[in-house]
């Protein structure tokens, strides 16, 4: 069956201490998960399981992004996570930067064509 992309949520999330990337891009997708309650797959007649979901991580140091503690953030579904360069690093005058993290959860099933 075809891979269908059917939503996308968009999240931001910050360290404003500690330069935790890992921790900004959980905060991200929380964001954009906590504020929404999607019964996407039950309105297909398929199980929450069934989801694919595939999250775009975007901060200033990518490789800092622990993408498998960000994918068990997710209550279910088929979890992908990938990070790349983007978000923002705020200097701050005493200590690390803030950083910034901006999240994409694209949210897909497998359907059949009609």
């Given at each position: ?20 990337y ?12 906590w ?9 297909f ?14 901060v ?22 990938t990070a ?25 099933l ?5």
């Amino acid at each position: 069956m075809p891979k269908h992309r059917l939503l996308t949520e968009f999240g931001i999330g910050t360290s404003l201490r500690r330069q935790d990337y890992t921790a900004a891009a959980q905060r991200a997708v929380e964001d954009a998960l906590w504020r929404n309650s999607i019964n996407l797959a039950e309105l297909f007649g398929q199980p929450k399981e069934a989801m694919l979901i595939d999250v775009e991580i975007a901060v200033q140091d990518p490789r800092a992004v622990d993408t498998a503690q960000v994918a068990a953030v997710f209550p279910y579904g088929q979890v992908t996570v990938t990070a790349d360069t983007g978000g923002l690093d705020v200097p701050r005058p005493d200590g690390p930067p803030t950083v910034i993290a901006n999240a994409a959860i694209h949210v897909s099933l497998d359907l059949e064509p009609k």
